[in-house]
């Protein structure tokens, strides 16, 4: 089931299967995407990595995720874009500069137990009732609802993760995740943020460390390498113009970068993905 309205706004809501799943390869600027595993052993490749998802797992991708299908049962996909939903303006716990939509460089997963199943059953089968209705209050109980199904998803997922309490930590640590988004192709190195940020680069060194997370500079080597893989595996680019578009003075530089993050040459990688495409292209498993 599919909502637009007048201004472009988008949700699409559907239990996907083997035969239906073309619909994760699509792409649509500025959206974001949900899946609930209703179903054990879905193996999705993301991003050029092969990723198994189990029943009543959740996952959250943004429209800069590469998706390819290899064996699928059943997924309850939600999928809006930003005009039908302005994170930016609305709680940011629950937007893209949130714990889910924060940055492309990991995978949020959460799980459900038999008491939040419960919830989010209720709250899509609520979902297909408003999108079969159609009256002026539509659009308005269609956000609130989503609102409602992105705060049950933070609460999972920060409970899961031990974030802390310190909110203001938390925001520094969000904020710098999605400045990181916006200019990892241009900005490398920590002190680049901490001057967007107005801190010190000691001071969000000593944030993350309290948080036990991976380390700021961490973040924005993942971030360039995973745009890295994306752009070798799914492009025809050469590796030289790769790398100019990653902000990186010469190729050399680049391809060390890469080799110390992948463990193998930029060419190398091209090339096994390319032998990889061809391995898979003989359909999806079931």
């Given at each position: 089931m599919k909502f637009i309205g007048h201004t472009e706004e988008y949700l699409f809501l559907d239990t996907i299967d083997s035969h239906s799943c073309d619909i994760l390869k699509e792409q649509i600027?500025?959206?974001?995407?949900?899946?609930?595993?209703?179903?054990?052993?879905?193996?999705?490749?993301?991003?050029?990595?092969?990723?198994?998802?189990?029943?009543?797992?959740?996952?959250?991708?943004?429209?800069?995720?590469?998706?390819?299908?290899?064996?699928?049962?059943?997924?309850?996909?939600?999928?809006?874009?930003?005009?039908?939903?302005?994170?930016?303006?609305?709680?940011?716990?629950?937007?893209?500069?949130?714990?889910?939509?924060?940055?492309?460089?990991?995978?949020?997963?959460?799980?459900?137990?038999?008491?939040?199943?419960?919830?989010?059953?209720?709250?899509?089968?609520?979902?297909?009732?408003?999108?079969?209705?159609?009256?002026?209050?539509?659009?308005?109980?269609?956000?609130?609802?989503?609102?409602?199904?992105?705060?049950?998803?933070?609460?999972?997922?920060?409970?899961?993760?031990?974030?802390?309490?310190?909110?203001?930590?938390?925001?520094?640590?969000?904020?710098?995740?999605?400045?990181v988004e916006q200019h990892f192709r241009h900005k490398h190195s920590v002190a680049d943020y901490a001057e967007l940020l107005h801190k010190s680069p000691k001071t969000i060194s000593n944030v993350f460390s309290k948080m036990d997370s991976k380390s700021p500079l961490k973040y924005i080597h993942e971030r360039i390498a995973l745009e890295a893989r994306r752009m070798l595996y799914y492009t025809d680019k050469p590796v030289k113009e790769i790398a100019y578009q990653l902000g990186f003075e010469d190729i050399q530089a680049f391809s060390r970068f890469f080799k110390k993050q992948e463990g193998i040459s930029p060419s190398e990688f091209k090339e096994k993905g390319d032998l990889g495409t061809i391995a898979n292209s003989s359909g999806i498993t079931t």
């Amino acid at each position: 089931m599919k909502f637009i309205g007048h201004t472009e706004e988008y949700l699409f809501l559907d239990t996907i299967d083997s035969h239906s799943c073309d619909i994760l390869k699509e792409q649509i600027e500025s959206s974001l995407t949900i899946l609930w595993f209703q179903s054990d052993t879905n193996i999705l490749i993301i991003d050029g990595k092969e990723e198994v998802f189990s029943k009543n797992q959740i996952i959250f991708l943004t429209e800069f995720h590469q998706i390819v299908p290899k064996k699928i049962g059943e997924i309850r996909l939600l999928r809006f874009n930003r005009p039908f939903y302005c994170i930016l303006d609305h709680d940011s716990e629950v937007g893209c500069k949130g714990i889910l939509f924060f940055g492309a460089s990991q995978l949020p997963v959460i799980a459900l137990d038999q008491e939040d199943h419960e919830k989010f059953d209720t709250l899509w089968k609520m979902f297909i009732i408003e999108m079969k209705s159609n009256d002026n209050l539509q659009i308005d109980m269609l956000q609130m609802m989503l609102k409602r199904y992105l705060i049950l998803c933070a609460r999972l997922y920060k409970n899961q993760e031990n974030y802390p309490a310190e909110r203001n930590e938390t925001d520094l640590v969000r904020e710098f995740n999605f400045l990181v988004e916006q200019h990892f192709r241009h900005k490398h190195s920590v002190a680049d943020y901490a001057e967007l940020l107005h801190k010190s680069p000691k001071t969000i060194s000593n944030v993350f460390s309290k948080m036990d997370s991976k380390s700021p500079l961490k973040y924005i080597h993942e971030r360039i390498a995973l745009e890295a893989r994306r752009m070798l595996y799914y492009t025809d680019k050469p590796v030289k113009e790769i790398a100019y578009q990653l902000g990186f003075e010469d190729i050399q530089a680049f391809s060390r970068f890469f080799k110390k993050q992948e463990g193998i040459s930029p060419s190398e990688f091209k090339e096994k993905g390319d032998l990889g495409t061809i391995a898979n292209s003989s359909g999806i498993t079931t």
